[in-house]
């Protein structure tokens, strides 16, 4: 039964000796050798943070008869992703307000940040937390899933020097990572330089979701629009004092 992806890739779940989920790796096309660069940054990610409860769990690569059947295999969570689950009306009970009470959202949110720290402490920074990337299992464990936009970022120092080997040093970073509803106040300054903390603010904005049964924190329409309500919502200082904000492209050219 197919389980709706990225457009890049499908995922399927397999009865085999277990119940796995294989993630199914698109070549660019016909025309093209090998793989997009972000299945190939997929994989590596998930090979560099195999062992934690917390990080979705790389078992294997599948290879088919075909060009295209190449799987990436996945331990799989019963209950899919955390989006889904909040979006199904289905699920409350009658008179319940909420999925999550306060103790299991204190959880979840226990269990995103000690998943973001394993990957921090291996410098990969994830670019895309979102609910939608959040696995949930039957025995009640959050497991941070799709690591296409991951990319190994080596902290900086304060005076933003480049710590040695790190690839931020030989070019800039793309701007254009994590969903926008998700997305810091540095990347929507169009940063070229930055760290980690992206993926703090993104986990924030998801257990406020969660607290919020679903409604998004900050749901804006366009990046100027998602900008004007972390002002908002948060305050005009509080945006600027982000890190690294003072000086992007986008407050240089007012």
């Not at 103790?103 to 269990?111: F, G, H, I």
């Not at 895309?128 to 464990?141: C, E, H, M, P, S």
């Not at 080997?165 to 169009?190: F, I, K, Q, S």
């Not at 904005?205 to 004007?228: I, N």
Request: aromatic share 6%; proline share 5%.
């Amino acid at each position: 039964t197919p389980k709706p992806s990225s457009a890049a890739s499908d995922v399927y779940k397999r009865q085999l000796q277990r119940l796995v989920a294989l993630k199914r790796l698109l070549p660019h096309n016909e025309a093209q050798d090998g793989f997009p660069l972000t299945s190939l940054r997929e994989a590596a990610a998930l090979r560099k943070l195999r062992g934690h409860a917390n990080v979705v769990t790389f078992l294997d690569v599948a290879v088919g008869a075909k060009r295209d059947a190449v799987f990436l295999v996945l331990e799989y969570a019963e209950h899919g992703d955390l989006g889904s689950l909040l979006d199904d009306p289905k699920l409350r009970r009658p008179g319940q307000t909420r999925l999550f009470n306060d103790a299991q959202t204190k959880a979840l949110a226990r269990m995103l940040l000690n998943a973001l720290r394993h990957c921090h402490d291996r410098f990969v920074a994830h670019r895309d937390v979102k609910v939608a990337n959040l696995l949930y299992t039957a025995r009640g464990q959050l497991k941070i899933c799709d690591f296409g936009l991951a990319r190994v970022i080596a902290p900086r120092s304060s005076d933003d020097a480049a710590a040695p080997g790190d690839p931020g040093a030989v070019r800039a970073l793309t701007m254009n990572v994590v969903t926008l509803w998700y997305r810091a106040p540095e990347l929507l300054l169009h940063a070229r330089r930055y760290d980690h903390a992206i993926d703090a603010w993104a986990a924030g904005c998801v257990v406020a979701e969660v607290l919020r049964d679903g409604r998004p924190l900050l749901d804006g329409k366009t990046e100027d629009d998602q900008f004007a309500k972390v002002v908002l919502g948060l305050g005009a200082a509080y945006a600027a004092g982000r890190p690294r904000v003072e000086g992007r492209a986008r407050v240089q050219a007012g």
